[in-house]
């Protein structure tokens, strides 16, 4: 049986004139895919009206709450102790959202309730000629970004 934690959240969207927009935001994170962090928003602060999903690496935001972290789609950097910036890259542009450290915090340590730090692993499905070369399958561990 698979667990699934969700965080109701709050966020600001940084516009590109500074200004700031309240909006709502889900943290996710489900023992059935256990390497990846998700966060949901509603339909109604989504461009196309559509609620939306950003699915990027646990791994991730631990760094990102300590360090610029990430080059991909997502990218999370602290901005000071108390708040933190998670960057959307998108073809249609780029969203920029500032989250309070301690909700991510919080979101982050409960994760680790449910899968430990380091054993996002996933049964692999071997390749025959890899299992011919190295004798045995073997757990995969998968990071995304």
């Given at each position: 049986?698979?667990?699934?934690?969700?965080?109701?959240?709050g966020?600001?969207?940084?516009?590109?004139?500074?200004?700031?927009?309240?909006?709502p935001?889900?943290?996710?994170?489900?023992?059935a895919?256990?390497?990846?962090?998700?966060?949901?928003?509603p339909?109604?602060?989504?461009?196309?009206?559509?609620a939306?999903?950003?699915?990027?690496a646990?791994?991730?935001?631990?760094?990102?709450?300590r360090?610029?972290?990430?080059?991909?789609?997502?990218?999370?950097?602290?901005?000071g102790?108390?708040?933190?910036?998670?960057?959307?890259?998108?073809?249609?542009?780029?969203?920029?959202?500032?989250?309070?450290?301690?909700?991510?915090?919080?979101?982050?340590?409960?994760?680790?309730?449910?899968?430990?730090?380091?054993e996002?692993?996933?049964?692999?499905?071997?390749?025959?000629?890899?299992?011919?070369?190295?004798?045995?399958?073997?757990?995969?561990?998968?990071?995304?970004?």
């Open positions: 049986m698979h667990v699934t934690l969700q965080q109701p959240t966020a600001r969207l940084i516009t590109a004139t500074d200004q700031e927009l309240a909006i935001a889900t943290l996710r994170y489900t023992s895919d256990p390497p990846a962090a998700h966060i949901d928003f339909p109604h602060v989504t461009v196309d009206g559509e939306t999903t950003w699915t990027f646990r791994v991730l935001l631990g760094e990102g709450l360090a610029p972290a990430g080059i991909g789609n997502v990218r999370v950097r602290p901005a102790s108390a708040h933190t910036y998670v960057e959307f890259h998108a073809s249609q542009g780029m969203a920029v959202l500032r989250f309070a450290t301690s909700d991510l915090t919080r979101f982050l340590a409960r994760t680790y309730t449910i899968v430990s730090a380091g996002e692993t996933v049964g692999a499905v071997p390749d025959h000629g890899l299992v011919a070369l190295f004798g045995e399958a073997r757990t995969a561990r998968v990071r995304r970004s």
